[in-house]
C-alpha cells in the first residue's frame, strides 16, 4: 500500500441544478446520495480537516490536494464556501501546505464567487463537454433547457486578468455522437490551461453507448483529436495523452484512469463517510462504501481498507488476462469501476480494453518523434525513484546496500497491494473463508499496531510469491486454502510481536505455515487448525522452525518448508535432513566468505536483499545462460548444489548465488522503471543460447554475466598467487568466456531492442562496465578501439557464428 493519501475529496454539496443524463452520481447503480444529508455540516467539515491534517503531520507529504465537490458545491453559496475553506486552512495549520480546488458546472459561476476564491486560494475546475450542440446531449436543466451559455459566462470570467489565475482547467465527457474535432476546436476557443478527456462511466453489465459497433470507437474518436492536437504543436496539455505517456516511461500517470502508479485518493460524503472513488457507483449500489466515517476512522485505518488497497496499487486486483497484455505498464487495467461485471466482480479487462489498448500503444509512440528533443532531460530522470547514485551502480553491476533496501520498500509496497486485492474478494462461509476472513482482520489490527514487524514478514520473499498466486480466480478448494493463508502471515506477524492470539490457519499436508518461521504439524484431517501463540511460544502443534545460516559473510534462512517456495514444476528439496543441512550450511557459508573476499561490492547487496535459499534436487548446468521467469519473490533465490562421489559437492554456490541475486535485482528493476519502448520487440540472438531470446531474458542474461566476468576476473588473479597455472588457465577461461557473451550481448541489446530512457541508462552502464573489465583483460579479449557499438549488428553475427561453430 502507498505510504499515505496525499488527494482528498469533499462532498460538500449532495444535490445539483443540472439534470445530466450521463452523471454517475445520480443516475447510476449507486443511489446512496437519497439518504445523505443534502449538505456537509460545519461538524463534518472541521472532522474531516482534523483528519487530513493529522494524517499530514505523521506522513508530511509535500502537498495535500482537497476537492470540493458535489452535486454541484456553487449551492453553497459564497458565505458557506468560505467558512469550509478557513477552517481547512485554520486546522491543517502551517505545517501542512493545502491546495484547494472546486470542480463545478459553471452555471452560479459569477464575480462573487470568483472573489471568494481569489481571497481564499482556491482553483476553479469547469465542466464542458464541447460546443451548444455536443454540450446539450446530457448537460441541460432538469426542464431540457440549455446550460451552455452560461458555462461559456463562467469561462469568459476565469478568462480575465484579476481571474486568470484560477482557472484550473475544463473536464470534458466524450460522446461518440459529437464530431471529436468539432469538440476539440471548441475547447481551445476557451483557452484552457488544461483539458481532460473523460470516458463515460459504464461497465460490463451495463456498457458504454456503441460499445462493440467497431473494433475501439473510443480510441478512433481521441486518436483524431490526438493527431490534430500534435499537429497543433500540443497548444495546451491534455491529461490523458500526458498521462500514457508518462506511464509507458514508467513515470507515474498521476491519473486513476491509466497507469499502475498509485494515484492516492480519498472521498468524504455529506454525512462524514469515508468513501472510495466516486466512480464506483457506475458499479453496483454500496460500491465505493467503506463502512468507516471521519469520526471513527483515521486515514491510516482508511488506507488499509481493502478496496482502498486494491484502488491505490494498481497491480492489486487485475485480471490475468491485464498481466499478461504488453501495455499494462501503460494502461494499467483502465479505471477501475470499468471493470465490473456481476458474475466476477472487478475480475475483468476494462469495458474500454479494446480503447486502452489503442491508444496505449498509439499515444506514446506518437510522441517518441515530438518529444526528441527532451530525451536527454528524460535520461536524467531515470534514477528519481532510488537514492542518490543508486540507479547508476545497478547499472554498474553491484548496485548499493541503500538502493536494495529501496527496492525491498518498492517490493513491500506491491506485496501489500497483491494481499488488499486477495483479501478485496468475498470468501466463502467455509472453514477456510473464515480462516482468510479473521486473518485478514488481524493482519489490520498489526499493521497499525505493530508495523515494523508486519515489514519484517512481508519482506520474507515467499510471502510475496504467496500473494501474486492468489490473483488467479478462486475456483477450487486449493485457491480457497492459499487464500486462507493469510492467517498464516497474520499469525507470523503476531508471533514477532509478541501479541497473544489464537486463530484458524489452514492445513496442508498435516501442517500449518506460518512464513519466514517454519510450520507446526497438527492432528486430525479438517481443512484448518487452530494455533495459539503466546509470546514467543507457539502452541497447536509440534513446531518445526526455519533453519538460518548465521555466518557474518551471509546470513540467510533455508527455506525447505514454506508452500510458496517454488513453483509446482521447480524440484524443490524438502525439508534437509541433519546431513543434508551440513552439506548446505558449509556451502553457503563457503560462498558467502568466498563473495566477500573477492566481489565485496556484488557481497555487500548480497547481504542486504537476499532473505531465503530454496534447495533445488539439481544444479544448473551452465551460470548465466539462461534465466528463469518465475513469480515474484523478492529476496528469495532457487540454488542447487548438485551431488559428487562421497557427496562432495559439484557446483559452484558463489557463481549461483551472484547470478540468481543478479535476477532479483533486475527483476525488482523493471518493476520499478520501463526499460523497453515495445512490449513486443523482436527476439535477440545471443551467443550463449541456439535460439533467439526475449529482450527481457536477455537483459536477465547479460546482467548475470557481467557479474560472473567480475567473480571470475577477481578468482583468475588470486589463483595466480596461490596455485599451479593449469587451474589459473581454467579460470581466465571462464572469464574470457563471459566477458565475449556480455560484450556481444550488450551491444545487440543497444542495436536491436527499442529502450526506454532507462533501458538506455541501464545498458550504458553494463556498456562502460564490459569495457572496464576488457581494459584490463589479456590481449585476446580486448576490444579494438574501432570496435564500437555503431558496428554491433555486423560484429555480433560474426562472433555468434564464431561461438556456436
Known amino acids: 500500500m502507498p505510504a499515505y493519501i496525499d488527494q482528498f475529496i469533499l462532498k460538500v454539496h449532495g444535490g445539483c441544478n443540472l439534470a445530466c443524463d450521463h452523471c454517475y452520481v445520480y443516475e447510476h447503480a449507486d443511489q446512496s446520495w437519497r439518504d445523505k444529508p443534502p449538505t456537509m455540516s460545519p ?18 507529504p509535500p502537498v495535500v490536494r482537497i476537492s470540493l465537490h458535489g452535486g454541484e458545491p456553487l449551492l453553497l453559496g459564497t458565505k458557506r464556501l468560505r467558512e469550509i475553506a478557513t477552517t481547512l486552512r485554520d486546522v491543517a495549520g502551517d505545517d501542512c501546505r493545502l491546495s484547494l480546488h472546486v470542480q463545478t458546472n459553471g452555471v ?51 478568462r480575465r486578468s484579476e481571474f486568470r489565475h484560477l482557472y484550473g482547467g475544463i473536464l470534458c465527457t466524450i460522446d461518440l455522437a459529437n464530431d471529436p474535432i468539432s469538440v476539440y476546436e471548441a475547447l481551445l476557443e476557451e483557452s484552457p490551461p488544461r483539458v481532460d478527456f473523460l470516458f463515460p462511466h459504464a461497465t460490463w453489465e451495463n456498457p458504454p453507448p456503441r460499445h462493440g459497433e467497431s473494433p475501439a470507437p473510443y480510441a478512433a474518436w481521441l486518436g483524431s483529436i490526438h493527431s490534430r492536437w500534435l499537429a497543433d504543436g500540443t497548444p495546451v496539455p491534455i491529461r490523458l495523452f500526458e498521462a500514457l505517456t508518462a506511464a509507458s516511461r514508467g513515470e507515474p500517470s498521476g491519473s486513476e484512469a491509466v497507469g499502475l502508479r498509485p494515484v492516492t485518493l480519498a472521498v468524504v460524503d455529506t454525512d462524514g463517510s469515508w468513501e472510495q472513488a466516486d466512480s464506483l457507483k457506475t458499479a453496483y449500489a454500496g460500491a465505493p462504501a ?32 491485464c498481466m499478461a497484455c504488453p501495455v499494462v505498464r501503460t494502461c494499467g487495467g483502465g479505471l477501475y469501476a470499468h471493470r465490473y461485471s456481476s458474475g466476477s466482480g472487478f475480475d475483468n479487462p476494462s469495458v474500454y480494453c479494446a480503447d486502452l489498448l489503442v491508444l496505449a500503444t498509439e499515444v506514446p509512440a506518437a510522441r517518441v518523434g515530438h518529444t526528441a528533443g527532451s530525451r536527454t532531460g528524460a535520461r536524467q530522470r531515470v534514477t528519481d525513484h532510488l537514492p542518490v547514485g543508486a540507479f547508476d551502480a545497478f547499472a554498474a553491476g553491484a548496485g548499493t546496500a541503500e538502493g536494495i533496501r529501496a527496492l525491498q520498500d518498492m517490493q513491500v509496497a506491491l506485496t501489500k497491494t497483491l494481499i488488499a486485492g486477495t483479501a478485496a474478494r468475498p470468501v466463502s462461509r467455509s472453514a477456510l473463508g473464515t480462516a482468510a476472513a479473521n486473518g485478514w482482520d488481524l493482519l489490520i489490527e498489526l499493521e497499525s499496531r505493530h508495523p515494523a514487524e508486519t515489514r519484517e514478514v512481508l519482506c520474507h520473499p515467499f510471502v510475496q510469491a504467496w500473494a501474486d498466486r492468489c490473483r488467479r480466480p478462486a475456483r477450487d478448494v486449493e485457491v480457497e486454502r492459499d487464500r486462507a493463508h493469510v492467517a498464516g502471515v497474520a499469525a507470523a506477524v503476531a508471533w514477532q510481536a509478541g501479541v497473544n492470539v489464537s486463530l484458524p490457519l489452514p492445513v496442508r499436508a498435516g501442517l500449518v505455515h506460518l512464513p519466514g518461521m517454519g510450520a507446526l504439524r497438527v492432528r486430525g484431517d479438517g481443512p484448518t487448525a487452530v494455533v495459539w501463540l503466546e509470546g514467543s511460544d507457539l502452541a497447536g502443534g509440534e513446531p518445526t522452525r526455519i533453519r538460518r545460516l548465521t555466518a557474518g559473510s551471509l546470513p540467510v534462512a533455508v527455506e525447505d518448508l514454506d508452500p510458496y517456495r517454488a513453483e509446482d514444476d521447480v524440484p524443490a528439496l524438502g525439508r534437509l535432513s541433519t546431513p543434508q543441512w551440513g552439506i548446505w550450511r558449509t556451502a553457503l557459508a563457503g560462498a558467502g566468505s568466498e563473495l566477500t573476499r573477492l566481489v565485496p561490492a556484488y557481497a555487500a547487496t548480497l547481504r542486504a536483499g537476499l532473505r531465503a535459499v530454496v534447495p533445488l534436487r539439481n544444479a544448473a548446468a551452465e551460470h548465466g545462460a539462461r534465466y528463469r521467469a518465475s513469480r515474484r519473490a523478492f529476496g528469495g533465490v532457487v540454488l542447487g548444489l548438485g551431488r559428487g562421489p562421497a557427496g562432495s559437492v559439484v ?56 557479474a560472473l566476468v567480475e567473480l571470475w576476473h577477481a578468482r583468475s588473479v588470486e589463483i595466480a598467487r596461490t596455485v599451479a597455472s593449469q587451474e589459473h588457465q581454467a579460470a581466465m577461461a571462464a572469464f574470457r568466456k563471459y566477458l565475449n557473451w556480455a560484450d556481444i550481448t550488450v551491444d545487440a541489446l543497444a542495436a536491436e531492442v527499442p529502450l526506454e530512457p532507462a533501458g538506455v541508462h541501464f545498458t550504458a552502464g553494463l556498456r562502460a562496465t564490459v569495457d572496464r573489465l576488457a581494459a584490463g583483460a589479456r590481449p585476446g579479449v580486448h576490444r579494438a578501439p574501432a570496435d564500437r557499438p555503431g558496428t554491433a549488428t555486423t560484429r555480433t553475427t560474426s562472433r555468434i557464428r564464431k561461438e556456436t561453430t
Not at 145 to 157: Q, T
Not at 664 to 679: E, G, M, V
Request: proline fraction near 4%.
Open 43 to 60: 461538524a463534518v467539515v472541521a472532522q474531516a480537516a482534523m483528519r487530513i491534517a493529522e494524517h499530514a503531520r505523521i506522513h508530511q
Open 108 to 158: 452560479m459561476l459569477n464575480e462573487k464567487f470568483c472573489t471568494l476564491f481569489d481571497e481564499c486560494g482556491i482553483q476553479v475546475g469547469v465542466s464542458l463537454d464541447g460546443d451548444r450542440t455536443a454540450n446539450d446531449r446530457h448537460r441541460r436543466y432538469a426542464n431540457g433547457r440549455s446550460s451552455h451559455a452560461r458555462v461559456l459566462r463562467a469561462l469568459e470570467l476565469l
Open 290 to 321: 467503506t463502512g468507516m466515517s471521519v469520526f471513527t476512522h483515521t486515514v491510516d485505518s482508511l488506507m488499509s481498507h481493502p478496496g482502498v488497497a486494491a484502488r491505490n496499487e494498481r497491480y492489486a486486483e487485475l485480471c490475468a488476462a
Open 651 to 706: 557446483a559452484d554456490p558463489a557463481a549461483a548465488l551472484l547470478c540468481e541475486f543478479q535476477h532479483t535485482k533486475l527483476a525488482a528493476l523493471l518493476d520499478a522503471y520501463a526499460f523497453f519502448t515495445a512490449a513486443d520487440a523482436p527476439p535477440v540472438s545471443v551467443p550463449w543460447w541456439q535460439e533467439p531470446l526475449s529482450a527481457r531474458h536477455v537483459l536477465h542474461g547479460v546482467y548475470a554475466q557481467v
